[in-house]
Nanobody, 122 residues
Framework: VQLQASGGGLVQAGGSLRLSCAAS????????MGWFRQAPGKEREFVAA????????YYTDSVKGRFTISRENAKNTVSLQMNSLKPEDAAVYYC????????????????WGQGTLVTVSS
């Protein structure tokens, strides 16, 4: 499956952005989906994941209460609503897809999007 992330941009600290990830296949609904981010000079880190049904989500501690992951299987999209952004949230954000055999939360991801840049000014 091909993934296309969008929605990044420049926002002031405290502001909001909504990232979207569009999948190329109708089989999208069978994948568990995740968002990751990578800041300059740092390793890529997990941000959030959502199960294929949309009924369960998982977040890294640093974004809990500020970010919300959601999906619309009918539109083959997964989104990440980011509120109360902080300068430390600045990074390239990637969406990824995991086959169900990876478990929940996924132990790995098979497919990755190209990333979208989020810049947060202080």
């Amino acid at each position: 499956v091909q993934l296309q992330a969008s929605g990044g941009g420049l926002v002031q600290a405290g502001g909001s952005l909504r990232l979207s990830c569009a999948a190329s296949e109708r089989s999208f609904s069978g994948y568990n989906m995740g968002w990751f981010r990578q800041a300059p000079g740092k390793e890529r880190e997990f941000v959030a994941a959502i199960i294929w049904t949309g009924l369960s989500a998982y977040y890294t501690d640093s974004v809990k209460g500020r970010f919300t992951i959601s999906r619309e299987n009918a539109k083959n999209t997964v989104s990440l609503q980011m509120n109360s952004l902080k300068p430390e949230d600045a990074a390239v954000y990637y969406c990824a897809a995991a086959l169900p055999r990876r478990g929940w939360p996924p132990g790995g991801y098979e497919f990755w999007g190209q990333g979208t840049l989020v810049t947060v000014s202080s």
